[in-house]
């Protein structure tokens, strides 16, 4: 066994100065590494980590792209720091242990398996068909945000849930952007409207399902803005994962604008909710 790979220096980094990078970076340009187990995983975990646990890890590093920065973590800084010092033993080019693990981390997480979600883009390879689909999911969440402010009592959740039913226009908006870029057919937002079909909401989850699992109350505003966030983490994680399984580099690259801007629709909720 070669042991000095276990002592190559690995440098370590806050939860605070992590969650600086993954914010200022493009999702694309670094590895998100998670050397759990995946029950772990399942419970909790970053946004577009890649699962990879530290007793495999040693056999699946032609998985991880050498030339791209690795940022990694684990429950609480043993393991990611002794994957660290492994990766960087092997010569990737720059590692990042996060210290403190997830327990430390005081941003965004997602929930749920590896696949969960990906159902909805079974045998979608083209970016046009994708667009479709991610289309739908922000009508989901936005006729979902519609339904809820129907039900509520209070007229400043009333307004709050009409606020983020406006904003997942701009969402859509987003996404016939990214379709005419994409794709050769002129559409507008009627012939979107025609041509999809709700699948469930943003993230891969139902109404039920983001309810159960996260079990808000409905009545307060900072709870339904940190609903709004936990399904805007969901959708950022799926569409990251999406990214990495498509073949189709247009699809791929039409999938990470879209988490990309997942993640800018995390940062205008938390400002929205710095508000209250």
Not at 40 to 68: C, F, M, N
Not at 92 to 104: D, E, H, L, Q, T
Not at 215 to 227: C, R, Y
């Amino acid at each position: 066994m070669k042991w000095m790979q276990y002592f190559t220096p690995a440098k370590s980094i806050s939860p605070k100065e992590a969650r600086e990078y993954v914010t200022k970076h493009p999702d694309e340009d670094f590895t998100l590494l998670d050397v759990r187990q995946d029950s772990e995983y399942q419970e909790a975990h970053l946004p577009g980590a890649v699962l990879i646990p530290l007793p495999q890890l040693s056999d699946r590093l032609t998985e991880i792209d050498a030339e791209k920065p690795v940022l990694v973590y684990c429950a609480i800084g043993g393991r990611s720091r002794v994957a660290a010092q492994m990766l960087s033993g092997k010569g990737f080019k720059k590692v990042y242990n996060m210290s403190g693990g997830i327990k430390a981390w005081q941003g965004n997480k997602a929930v749920g398996p590896q696949d969960l979600g990906l159902h909805i883009f079974s045998d979608v390879e083209n970016p046009c068909d994708v667009l479709k689909i991610a289309y739908s999911l922000e009508q989901g969440l936005r006729e979902f945000y519609l339904g809820m402010q129907k039900e509520s009592k209070r007229k400043e959740v009333k307004s709050l849930f009409a606020t983020l039913a406006e904003i997942e226009i701009k969402h859509q908006d987003e996404v016939i952007a990214a379709y005419k870029e994409y794709c050769t057919e002129s559409v507008d937002r009627q012939t979107f409207e025609l041509e999809v079909e709700a699948h469930a909401m943003e993230g891969g989850l139902s109404t039920e399902e983001y309810l159960e699992l996260f079990d808000p109350d409905l009545s307060s505003e900072k709870d339904v803005i940190s609903l709004a966030m936990s399904i805007e983490a969901q959708a950022h994680d799926l569409y990251l994962r999406l990214g990495a399984q498509l073949e189709n580099i247009q699809a791929k690259d039409a999938v990470n604008k879209i988490a990309n801007d997942e993640k800018q629709h995390l940062e205008s909720l938390g400002r929205l909710m710095d508000t209250l």
